[in-house]
T-cell receptor, first 112, second 111 residues
Framework: DAGITQSPRYKITETGRQVTLMCHQT?????MFWYRQDLGHGLRLIYY???????DKGEVPDGYVVSRSKTENFPLTLESATRSQTSVYFC???????????FGQGTRLTVV | GNSVTQMEGPVTLSEEAFLTINCTYT??????LFWYVQYPGEGLQLLLK?????DKGSNKGFEATYRKETTSFHLEKGSVQVSDSAVYFC??????????FGSGTQLTVLP
C-alpha cells in the first residue's frame, strides 16, 4: 500500500528492554521524522533525517537511537525503555521542496 | 527558537455553531503555517496550510489566514458538524525542515 506505515500499532514492554518501532514510506520522500505525543505537550520531535545515512537530534532525543540505511525506512529504537517513554509515537515524511509533512497512524507504546 | 501557542481546550460546541481556535506563533523569518487534525485513534492529517503572509488556507469548510503583523493563524469554520469532533493542532515550519506544534485543542461537537 502506498503511504507511510508504522508497526507495531500497539506495544507493551518492560522497563529496561530494548524496543524498536518501525516506519516505512513508499513515496521516496527525502525527510523523515519521529515525534512523540503526550498530553499537554502536543508533538515533540525526537529525531529527523534529511536523507539516507543523515540523521539529527530533535527536541527530546535522550534514550532513543535512529538509523536510516534506506530512504524508505526510519526505525526508532529505545535502547533501555523507561516508564517516561510511555507515549504515542508518530513517524512522518516530507518531500524535498514541499512544506507539509505526512504522518503514519502512530504506535502506542506502554512501558511497565 | 520557534514556538506555537494554541487556545486551551477542550472546546464544546453545538452543531452548526461557529468555531474559532486561536493560534499564535514565534519564529524568525517567514515560516509556513499548518493546521493538522487528529481523529480518535488515528494519525495526524493535514487540514490546511499557508506558506506566505496574507495567504488563506481552506479545506472542508475550515479557513485560516496567515497574519504576519499579529503572528497568528486562527482556525475558523462557520458551521461545525458532529463529524468535526477531533483534536486540532497548529504547526509551523521554519528554515529547518521539522514542524513545531502547538499543544492541540480538543473539539467536541454535540448534536
Amino acid at each position: 500500500d502506498a503511504g507511510i506505515t508504522q508497526s507495531p500499532r500497539y506495544k507493551i514492554t518492560e522497563t529496561g528492554r530494548q524496543v524498536t518501532l518501525m516506519c516505512h514510506q513508499t513515496w521516496s520522500h527525502s525527510y523523515m521524522f519521529w515525534y512523540r505525543q503526550d498530553l499537554g505537550h502536543g508533538l515533540r520531535l525526537i529525531y529527523y533525517s534529511a536523507a539516507a545515512d543523515i540523521t539529527d537530534k530533535g527536541e527530546v532525543p535522550d534514550g532513543y537511537v535512529v538509523s536510516r540505511s534506506k530512504t524508505e525506512n526510519f526505525p526508532l529504537t529505545l535502547e533501555s525503555a523507561t516508564r517516561s517513554q510511555t507515549s504515542v509515537y508518530f513517524c512522518a515524511s516530507s518531500e524535498e521542496g514541499k512544506a507539509e509533512a505526512f504522518f503514519g497512524q502512530g504506535t502506542r507504546l506502554t512501558v511497565v | 527558537g520557534n514556538s506555537v501557542t494554541q487556545m486551551e481546550g477542550p472546546v464544546t460546541l453545538s452543531e452548526e455553531a461557529f468555531l474559532t481556535i486561536n493560534c499564535t506563533y514565534t519564529a524568525t523569518g517567514y515560516p509556513s503555517l499548518f493546521w493538522y487534525v487528529q481523529y480518535p485513534g488515528e494519525g495526524l492529517q493535514l487540514l490546511l496550510k499557508a506558506t506566505k503572509a496574507d495567504d488563506k488556507g481552506s479545506n472542508k469548510g475550515f479557513e485560516a489566514t496567515y497574519r504576519k503583523e499579529t503572528t497568528s493563524f486562527h482556525l475558523e469554520k462557520g458551521s461545525v458538524q458532529v463529524s468535526d469532533s477531533a483534536v486540532y493542532f497548529c504547526a509551523l515550519r521554519g528554515s529547518a525542515r521539522q514542524l513545531t506544534f502547538g499543544s492541540g485543542t480538543q473539539l467536541t461537537v454535540l448534536p
